[in-house]
């Protein structure tokens, strides 16, 4: 299994941006679907993004279209979740997710293969 370690969390102010990132190591990531999921306090966790392993493909959940972008940098073994004018509600955990499905798969827990250990997002109002 690839290890996955997540950075760039940390608490801003509604409208403000942050670039979460995710470096794999163990094995290379250019074969896996990639992706965020996201859990805040007495909620599910939920999905955020995805990607295939190419980065030609990618897929959000409604509450974050046009403002987030997942990418990846399969030189570095990373993949990236850009978050521009967030608001209260973004407020979470965020995970990065791998698994070696098709990147619509991995919108599925089940289906996730490693998880990251989590970095936590504030957006105060």
């Known amino acids: 299994q690839v290890q996955l370690v997540e950075s760039g969390g940390g608490l801003v102010q509604a409208g403000g941006s942050l670039r979460l990132s995710c470096t794999a190591s163990?094995?290379?990531?250019?074969?896996?679907?990639m992706g965020w999921y996201r859990q805040a306090p007495g909620n599910e966790r939920e999905f955020v993004a995805v990607?295939?392993?190419?980065?030609?493909?990618?897929y959000y959940t409604d509450s974050v279209k046009g403002r987030f972008t997942i990418f990846r940098d399969n030189t570095k073994n990373t993949v990236y979740l850009q978050m521009n004018n967030l608001i209260p509600e973004d407020t979470a955990v965020y995970y990065c997710?791998?698994?070696?499905?098709?990147?619509?798969?991995?919108?599925?827990?089940?289906?996730?293969?490693?998880w990251g250990q989590g970095t936590q997002v504030t957006v105060s109002s």
């Open positions: 997710v791998a698994g070696q499905v098709p990147r619509m798969l991995l919108t599925t827990a089940q289906r996730v293969d490693s």
């Open positions: 990607i295939s392993w190419s980065g030609g493909g990618t």
């Open positions: 163990g094995r290379t990531i250019s074969s896996y679907s």
